[in-house]
């Protein structure tokens, strides 16, 4: 039944499972080449990839599920100086590896299954100067590391060997450092380092965690006398093998030693007896729970410089202590952080320490400090008394009056649970360069008192208490150099609000950090004098009506004193406005932080001076548009631009030049497909502002400039109509004027080939005589003559002879065209035709229409056998109705007259 089922599978199927199958281990990612480096590490790789290029000179293949390093797949690649097989599953190591990586120098075998290391199998890694072979397991068979002439590096550690011997023969001449630790060996026997005799450079080796090693044979150390730092970390052997230790390191020249970790619970005067002729200079015996020191246990380190008891459980210090450490500088006793016991320090114990310089007493729960405390400790720089608590709640002119006589630069007291500070406290620290009282619960107005002496204090830091320090303008006349005042989360929300700024005194102030206090109102010369001032921290307090303009005597300008500030932090203050003036002449600000405001539009230029900004946060506001003329100065060196979860409004009119900027510029701009969402429209929302498409944009701006041509032609045309509609007779009268008064009227006599008596015969109706009377005859006066057949006709001559005649003595014929005209049959039939053959015989400016009424083109033809498109466009008039249109009609009348008969050719 199931081979029944099987054959309807398609052929197709099965091959479609296999690559299915298969895909995970075919389509991985690919490795990561950069600078001469290939990374495929973490890509579950079986073998070498061929596809990377050839010239590459470190190869990084952990973590990956190799079982070999086959020698061929490494042939592409000769030029290999570092190979990184880490956390694979190797077997073996091929003799003909470094055959075919000729300069091999670095090789990591780390966590892999190589079992057996033959000589043969180094034999041609003579250049090698790294070898990590950690974690394999690995059984030595002859002198596999004797070949190796430039090795610097070994390391052999959790191998479970049985031995520290590698080798018989001297060998690794430039051995530098040798890593032994986590394995099985029981003894250093005396010939164990027998085959290092001959490395002049090995200066360290590593015993980590030899819980196996329970003897030391004696001599076992001289092999490697020039040894100079030795580990045994997490070794767990308490005081008695130390001191055998101490002992067998007496004839070299042990420098460093390390000893954390090793259940080491007591120190007795004979602990490190065998290091008396030793050039020890650093020993760590951090993190053992040291409950006891006896007198004198250090007196053999005279040459001691750095001694670590970190993690102690240390309860009673006495003046013989620390005996015999005279050359100690630094001296680190922190306590355990979960040890409630508290340190007993006897009067003058730290005396022996002359030059001691350094002194961490962190959470040591000191019980109390006295007037004898420090005595002793004329070269003391820094002392850190941090997270422990007084006894004794006010620091007064007692507490460090044993450090008088010290150089102390650095005091650190952050934590101590201080309540105030009393006048004189501090007045014998004249050297003091660094003060920290962060996180204390100082309660009390500074009146200049309690920094008094502090003439050479270059940071003051007061942060973290409980935000009941009130200020005065005296508050810092003691500290006139100083340059970093931190106040977070400690000033009362009124203490700035005063006409005498505490700070007026700190010219030489580069920092000033005045966060989380919860401050309202500050005054315009809070800053003043203050010319130096570098970084300003105004963060999370409440100065939402700083910067408005409804603010009461208006904007409150307080950077206009601060010209060279370069870091300028003002979060979360609820802000909504930004006075164009705020960062007037801020030429100099590089980094600018206005994130989790309320703040949307911004006034054009009000970033304009900041031309060398390199960082500007504006994350968390209500900001739609990114518009040029606001961003372009501050984002055009930007380095840095941190501006998600706003409301970006992704139109063309808001982001098209932010976008495009984002595409082009250099900055960096974290989360920036994730933060920077649009809002709207709803073609957008919830989409990145990097979805938004600026080519639809940019068709729009030719339809914009087609827009305002034609929208700007069609006004004009409009505007030019009404013009001319209404007064485009007067236009064209004084055009008229002013042509003749430059040019002169034109005169057709002088381009006419024979003389006329009249300029025009006028043809009018019996209805219209008077009209020509009153109208044209008075134009005669102006050296015009008309013939008017009723005045100037001959007596006894046939009238018809008397037209023919008179109308071949006229340079014009002219028309006063009326309906009566029209209906005048005389008029219709003999005139008109002989007026029709005058026109054609000359030409088409020999007739002159004048319209007393409007008739239309069509009874115009029917009548008289004329339409106006036969005449020039001058030649035909309109009898105006308005009176002040009468002088503009006799010129163009004047000008019609004056006009010659001939065709231009």
Request: charged share 20%; hydrophobic share 40%; with cysteine.
């Amino acid at each position: 039944m199931l081979q029944m089922h099987q054959s309807f599978y398609p052929a197709w199927v099965i091959p479609v499972y296999i690559i299915i199958a298969v895909s995970p281990h075919q389509c991985m990612a690919t490795c990561n080449v950069q600078n001469g480096r290939a990374d495929c590490s973490h890509l579950r790789l079986s073998s070498i990839p061929q596809d990377l290029p050839s010239n590459i000179t470190s190869l990084d293949m952990s973590h990956n599920i190799m079982t070999a390093a086959l020698p061929e797949s490494l042939k592409r690649y000769s030029g290999l100086l570092h190979l990184d097989i880490s956390y694979n599953s190797i077997k073996n190591l091929d003799v003909d590896l470094c055959r075919n990586l000729p300069q091999l120098l670095t090789l990591n075998l780390m966590h892999n299954e190589v079992r057996l290391l033959k000589r043969e199998d180094l034999s041609h890694c003579c250049k090698l100067t790294w070898l990590n072979m950690a974690s394999n397991r690995l059984k030595l068979q002859g002198e596999p590391f004797s070949l190796l002439k430039n090795l610097k590096y070994l390391d052999v550690s959790m191998n479970k060997l049985q031995s520290a011997m590698l080798g018989t023969t001297p060998q690794l001449p430039s051995l530098e450092t040798l890593n032994l630790g986590y394995n099985d060996f029981t003894t250093l026997k005396t010939n164990d380092f027998s085959f290092l005799r001959d490395s002049p450079f090995l200066q360290k080796v590593s015993l980590i965690s030899s819980m196996s090693l329970e003897n030391l044979e004696s001599g076992c150390f001289k092999p490697i006398s020039g040894l100079r730092v030795l580990s045994l970390d997490e070794s767990r052997k308490g005081s008695l093998f130390i001191s055998a230790l101490c002992t067998e390191l007496s004839g070299t020249a042990i420098d460093f030693l390390s000893l954390r970790k090793i259940s080491l619970l007591k120190l007795t005067s004979q602990t490190f007896s065998g290091l008396k002729e030793t050039n020890l200079t650093f020993l760590d015996l951090s993190s053992n729970s040291l409950s006891k020191i006896e007198d004198g246990s250090f007196q053999w380190l005279s040459r001691l410089q750095t001694l670590n008891l970190t993690d102690h459980n240390i309860g009673h210090l006495t003046n013989g202590t620390f005996q015999g450490l005279n050359m100690l500088k630094t001296l680190l006793l922190l306590k355990k952080k979960d040890q409630k016991s508290h340190l007993l320090v006897d009067d003058f114990s730290f005396q022996p320490l002359s030059n001691l310089e350094s002194l961490i007493l962190q959470n040591t729960a000191l019980v109390k400090i006295t007037e004898n405390t420090f005595k002793g400790l004329t070269r003391l720089k820094k002392l850190d008394l941090s997270w422990n608590p007084q006894t004794e709640r006010q620091l007064t002119d007692k507490t460090f009056v044993s450090l008088c006589d010290s150089q102390l630069k650095t005091l650190n007291l952050n934590g101590i649970a201080s309540a105030g500070i009393k006048p004189g406290s501090f007045s014998c620290l004249k050297n003091l360069s660094f003060l920290f009282l962060d996180r204390n619960f100082i309660r009390q107005t500074f009146l200049g008192k309690e920094f008094e002496g502090l003439s050479q204090l270059q940071e003051l830091h007061i942060s973290n208490n409980t935000q009941a320090i009130y200020l005065t303008p005296e508050s810092f006349v003691g500290v006139p150099n100083l340059r970093v005042l931190t106040l977070a989360k400690s000033l009362t929300a009124e203490t700035l609000n005063q006409d005498s700024s505490p700070f007026r005194p700190l010219s030489n102030l580069t920092e000033l950090d005045l966060s989380n206090n919860n401050i309202a109102n500050i005054r315009q010369n809070m800053l003043e004098g203050l010319e130096n001032l570098r970084v300003l921290k105004l963060q999370h307090n409440n100065l939402v009506r700083l910067w408005k303009q409804a603010n009461l005597g208006g904007p409150v300008l307080f950077l206009k004193h601060t010209w060279r500030l370069e870091h300028f932090t003002i979060d979360s203050n609820g802000m909504d406005e930004i006075p164009i003036e705020a960062f007037r002449n801020l030429t100099h600000l590089r980094e600018l932080s206005l994130s989790n405001n309320l703040l949307n539009n911004f006034q054009d230029s009000v970033f304009d001076d900041l031309t060398s900004l390199e960082v500007l946060r504006l994350e968390k506001n209500f900001i739609t548009s990114v518009r040029p003329e606001v961003f372009r100065t501050p984002m055009h060196n930007l380095s840095l631009l941190v501006m998600g979860k706003n409301t970006f409004d992704c139109t063309c009119e808001s982001i098209l030049w932010f976008v495009t900027w984002l595409n082009t510029t250099n900055a960096t701009i974290p989360n920036l497909r994730d933060q920077y969402i649009c809002n709207t429209p709803p073609l957008y929302f919830n989409r990145s502002i990097m979805d938004f498409d600026p080519l639809s944009c940019k068709d729009m701006t030719p339809f914009q400039v087609l827009y305002i041509l034609t929208s700007t032609a069609v006004l004009l045309l409009m505007c030019s109509a009404f013009i001319y509609r209404f007064h485009g007779w007067r236009i064209q009268f004084y055009w008229n004027i002013m042509i003749n008064r430059i040019l002169g009227l034109s005169d057709a006599r002088l381009g006419e080939g024979r003389e006329f008596e009249y300029d025009a015969y006028v043809i009018h109706a019996e209805e219209d005589a008077r009209w020509v009377e009153r109208r044209l005859v008075p134009l005669e006066d102006k050296d015009c003559q008309f013939f008017l057949e009723n005045r100037d006709s001959v007596s006894g001559m046939s009238q018809l002879e008397s037209i023919v005649n008179n109308m071949r003595r006229s340079r014009k014929i002219l028309f006063v065209v009326t309906e009566s005209l029209l209906k005048d049959p005389w008029c219709r039939r003999f005139k008109v035709h002989h007026a029709l053959h005058q026109v054609i015989e000359a030409s088409r400016d020999s007739v002159v229409l004048i319209f007393l009424q409007d008739v239309h083109d069509y009874k115009l033809s029917h009548s008289l056998f004329l339409r106006r498109g036969m005449l020039h466009q001058s030649c035909i008039l309109n009898w105006p109705p308005q009176k002040e249109r009468i002088p503009a009609f006799y010129q163009k009348l004047l000008i019609a007259l004056g006009m010659t008969n001939r065709l231009q050719e």
